[in-house]
């Protein structure tokens, strides 16, 4: 039921870029993302809603594409403030109520 | 502004023990949630409400109960804990809205969390 993220891990220098990517295999009503730091609470990001809608951070970019059920989130000219965990959360129906499920986690180390 | 407040932060149980995770937030939100995050497994949902007196089960809700008599609060009851229950405690709460034939949740505004042993 948790949805893939991919990949675990990565290591950037300030500057370069990176896509995280998410999929499911349930039909989604919405994605979420959050960063987490270690030692500290999820902090939200972005939703990205079935029909297009996004809500967030002007400064996240992502996509969701609602045919394949999979989403990407984009970190560009990334910075040192960039660095911590990376989750997706996934909003589906079952029986008669909706779930948010969140995957396993991206590691994202943005080094000088 | 006090957000979602849990308590305790920390906690250290015998097996067998039963305690309860309180979380209490002041948005009006009709959301909420329970998580609880172990080392390479993310954030795993316990149990959610999307209203006062309306709870439904996640992933992972066996050994833990919940109840939603108020739209502020919505305590974690562990009834006879275990060491597999050790990990981290999350709490959220969000606003939702009708999205065609479903319920939307938003944003999730997460307490600061409460970290539990189970020895």
């Known amino acids: 039921q948790q949805p893939v993220q991919s990949p675990q891990a990565v290591i950037l220098r300030e500057g370069e870029d990176a896509v995280i990517n998410c999929s499911s295999s349930k039909a989604l009503y919405s994605v979420h993302w959050y960063r987490q730091k270690h030692g500290e609470a999820p902090v939200f990001l972005m939703i990205l809603l079935k029909g297009g809608e996004q809500k967030g951070h002007e400064k996240i970019s992502a996509s969701f594409n609602e045919k394949k059920q999979q989403s990407s989130l984009y970190l560009t000219a990334s910075q040192l403030s960039y660095s911590g965990t990376y989750f997706c959360?996934?909003?589906?129906?079952?029986?008669?109520?909706?779930?948010?499920?969140f995957g396993k986690g991206t590691k994202l180390t943005v080094n000088p | 502004n006090a957000g979602v407040t849990q308590t305790p932060k920390f906690q250290v149980l015998k097996t067998g023990q039963s305690m309860t995770l309180q979380c209490a937030q002041d948005m009006n939100h009709e959301y909420m949630s329970w998580y609880r995050q172990d080392p390479g497994m993310g954030l795993r949902l316990i149990h959610y409400s999307v209203g006062a007196g309306i709870t439904d089960q996640g992933e992972v809700p066996n050994g833990y109960n919940v109840s939603r008599s108020t739209t502020e609060d919505f305590p974690l009851r562990l009834l006879s804990a275990a060491p597999s229950q050790t990990s981290v405690y999350f709490c959220a709460s969000s606003y939702s809205w009708a999205s065609g034939r479903a319920l939307v949740t938003g944003e999730l505004f997460f307490g600061e969390g409460s970290r539990l042993t189970v020895l």
């Open positions: 959360g996934t909003e589906w129906k079952q029986g008669g109520s909706e779930k948010l499920v």
